[in-house]
């Protein structure tokens, strides 16, 4: 059967007007999104912290999650441990150098199937530095109204970087030669966004 122009047309359009409808936005829910992360001390113990004040963006198509993308930007001047003074000393010049950089980001550039989850592989900047990171993230919930009338979604996802790769070297040394900080950094990430 042949297609005339004007139905050639016609498909084309509807065609991407699927594709556009496939395609959704999802502004980051500031309020109710939280990145929390993990440091042994000494050796013995694990220091928690965490940061507020994220930002950004994820575009999802829930026919095909790997088109899905990610933009984010976290405060690090939120930081909180629970100890001001420890919360200080992260946010000197030892450490995120907050005055000096105030953010970090994470930019998507890929996602994958892996098992029930995905991969999302992208680029972290925190302290100046780029690093390539992989945020193994849980499959999205299903979307929920929220009181703004909006649809609302979850996403948490894990990962684990070298601190040391992004130029935050600081570090004390015990009597016995130990280290008081790992280098390795769990990091948690709650996320709600509500759609656009």
Same mark, same amino acid.
């Given at each position: ?35 929390? #992360?993990?440091?042994?001390?000494? %050796? ?6 965490? #940061? *507020? ?11 095909? /999650? ?9 405060? +690090?001047?939120?930081? &909180? +441990? ?5 919360? %200080? ?7 995120? &150098? ?7 980001? #994470?930019? *998507? ?5 892996? %098992?029930?989850?995905?991969? $999302?592989? %992208?680029?972290? +900047? ?7 990171? $992989? ?19 979850? #996403? ?19 009597? *016995?030669?130990? *280290?008081? /900080? ?15």
């Amino acid at each position: 059967m042949k297609l005339s122009a004007r139905n050639l047309t016609l498909a084309a359009t509807l065609l991407t007007a699927s594709a556009a409808f496939a395609q959704s936005s999802w502004k980051i829910d500031p309020a109710h999104s939280q990145a929390e #992360f993990t440091i042994r001390h000494m %050796g013995i113990s694990n220091v928690h912290g965490r #940061f *507020s004040n994220i930002n950004g963006v994820v575009s999802l198509d829930d026919q095909d /999650l790997s088109k899905a993308s990610v933009t984010a930007t976290v405060d +690090t001047t939120t930081v &909180d +441990t629970g100890v001001a003074q420890r919360d %200080g000393h992260l946010k000197s010049p030892d450490f995120f &150098d907050t005055a000096k950089f105030p953010t970090m980001t #994470f930019v *998507s550039k890929s996602v994958e199937k892996d %098992g029930d989850d995905y991969k $999302v592989n %992208g680029d972290l +900047t925190l302290h100046g530095v780029t690093k390539p990171v $992989v945020l193994h993230l849980d499959a999205p919930e299903k979307s929920i109204i929220g009181m703004d009338g909006k649809p609302h979604r979850g #996403f948490t996802a894990t990962t684990t970087i070298h601190r040391q790769d992004f130029g935050l070297v600081w570090n004390g040394t015990l009597k *016995s030669g130990d *280290s008081v /900080l790992g280098d390795d950094v769990k990091i948690s990430l709650d996320i709600e966004a509500a759609q656009q």
